[in-house]
């Protein structure tokens, strides 16, 4: 494992077994000294106790105490995991000793890039399907004994903790310690911790609404308050009431605002864990940045050549951005005069490269102290590392942010918010803040959801600034100025408030909660917003006039693991006959990113991109990669690598696409629930039914071409531009379906096929036919039949 590379070489060379067991022993100690360390541990009785009495804990800790990997732990020696059969002891787990005998279908154990992918390639109907099942609506049992879930807003905070937490107790991940999210299940019947992302715990919810495969579950990062976390919090609440004393909640929080929580589950007891925090030098610009990006590249160089030794955190907005920063950065840097480019980790390093505060009890290499102490005194490190993390690195490349930086080197982490709170990076002492987020925002009136780059809020800044004193004194460059900063909102508001709810509100409908007005939210959403929602799930056949799900429709919508629009997309597929394609699009979409887009070599990607290219639109054009991914032989990596550099094409997030793709298929295709039954024909070379198709889901985001060369979305009204990326730029259709919208300096329309205009009265009678009446009418029927349900 990446570990293993870092050992010093002889041990290496050695290829010695007991000498690696030596030092697999002595890691396995030197961790669980600094798990000693964490300020969780000094509680750890204490929560015990409480969580004895209460059936609700909210459990209060600044970020990198040690909650979210050391309190599962607990909880487990504790027995809060184990149901009857209570096997193995693992509060100090013996190195990976159990049997792995049971678990065939662990994927986490194969070293490849895509571990699930492969996993699940190979699997075939067999195990791989039940697997599916489970990752899409939670159907695994959990042999017998209880588990703890524990829930992450984001996929890279569930992935990497679990991956810490398994290394903690000595086990390969997905056995003890396993993590679910969509479209990737790395757990198995041995599993008793499982990180997950807060949807999918939801997902799971809608199979067992009583999570009764769960004895406890924790909502971590709670103070985030995304709209999953928050139903789930609504959810769990009603749990509590029928499970009774069987069952604990944790929530956890990074922030100070646990009465919120207290109020609002009865019974609940607060505790708090108080982390170490060193002094950090908050510094701001003199005068707005025009371009944060290049500011923040700036900074991180001007950090690395004049301040002492410390990694430096910059926090990004997302993938595009990061992947853009790491270029620049690279190029930057081995323009450098003195700074040699990135070596691998090799080098000629004498000494271990531990950081963190002198050397509590590093066996036989005391010197970590001694060697960080000369570092500085010789100077600044050298070499500048530049690591970026976001949910679509592989596995491996997401643990090198854990990994000490080598001696004389210094790690540049480009993060999106997930650094925030949700994951804590040893060895930061530099924090570089654009201030600003990727954010949801949704316009109920116009029924219009974006992701859109906004500022943070103070509470983001300072919970940025404080990541770089969490082993000493540290400094934050805020690439902003101090009145700009004065004028943030003070927090965030919960996402609920501003989302797009109709995946929501359809997953409380398909669990039997037709009230959705009257939920027990913690903070209701907006009233429009529900009604919007229910209107456009009413509008895709999923919701009947009395606001009842449908069988058809709304009940296999609810099943499917993607938004209802794409759902109604593959749904309405598999009765035009292209089902294949449907998905194949569907599968790209979830991917993210495929197209690798450099600037400097726009002609040449430009130039690759023209063989897939497809005059009717960017689906089309996404299935013709995805085609041309297919047909390369699957067995040789070398080929389909060579492929994707070949035509500027993202090879994982084509490895990602084609597993989704794969699990999609066993899905629609299955024909026992939570499989749909449905026939998988594929169009062939016709493209008309999958646009057909498409527009059956997407035609709330339909929009008309205006003299001016804009479009109009036909739904509200709005004015919006197609993207730069858009293939249909150079030939507008007058008529076209859009995937998103992305507010930057303008409003644009991603992701987009021609269809017909005509086709949207038929394809989408309740919203089309009759203009507005018939949809007001479904309005108000179904707004009505939630007033009827309360
Ligand atoms: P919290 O949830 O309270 O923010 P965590 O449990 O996530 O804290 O982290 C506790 C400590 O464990 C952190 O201080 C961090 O240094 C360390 N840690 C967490 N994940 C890793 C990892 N993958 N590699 C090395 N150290 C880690
Ligand atoms: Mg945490």
New binding site residues.
Partial sequence: NDYENQRPKKQRRSGDLRENDAAAAERRRRIDA?RRQ?P?WAARDKLLALLQQHRTLVLV??????????IPQFLLSAKFGRGGSGKGGLANGSAGGTSHGGASNSPGQGGTPDEAGDGDAAAGPGPGSARTAATAAGGRGHGGGHCIAVTQPRRVAAM??A??VAEEMGTKIGQQVGYAIRFEDVTSPATRIKYMTDGLLLREALVDPLLSRYRVVII?EAHERTVHTDVLLGLIKGVQARRGDDFRLVV?S?TLDAARFVDYFPGAVAAL?R?RQFPVQVLYTARPEDNYLDAAINATLQVHQDEPEGDVLVFLTGQDEIDSAERLLKDRLSSLPAAARMAGVGGAAELPGEEGEGGGGAEGEGGAAAAAAAAAAVGRPRELLVLPIYAALPPEQQ?KV?EPAPPGTRKAILATNIAE?S????GVRYVVDTGHVKSRDYNAKLGLESLAVVPVSQAQARQRSGRAG?EGPGKAYRLYTESDFSQLAATTPPEITRCNLASVVLQLKAMGIDDVLGFDFMDPPPRTAILRSLELLFALGALDTSGKLTEEVGLRLSRLPVDPMFGRVLLAAAGLGCGVEALAVVAMVSADNVFHTPRQKEAEWRAARIKFLSREGDHLTLLNVFRGFMELPKESNKARTSWCSDNFINIRAMRKAEDIYTQLVRFMGHPSPPGLGLPLATCGDETTPLRRALTAGLFPHAARLQPDGSYRVIATGRQVFLHPTSVLLERKPDCLVFNELMHTSRTYARDATAIEARWLPELAPAFFAAKASAATAGVSAVAAGAAAAR
């Fill in positions: 600094e964490l969780a800790g600044e970020t990198g105490s040690g909650k979210t990997t050391q990497t903790v991956r810490r971590d956890m990074a864990v982390g643990m854990f709170t994951i804590t990076i040893p969490r």
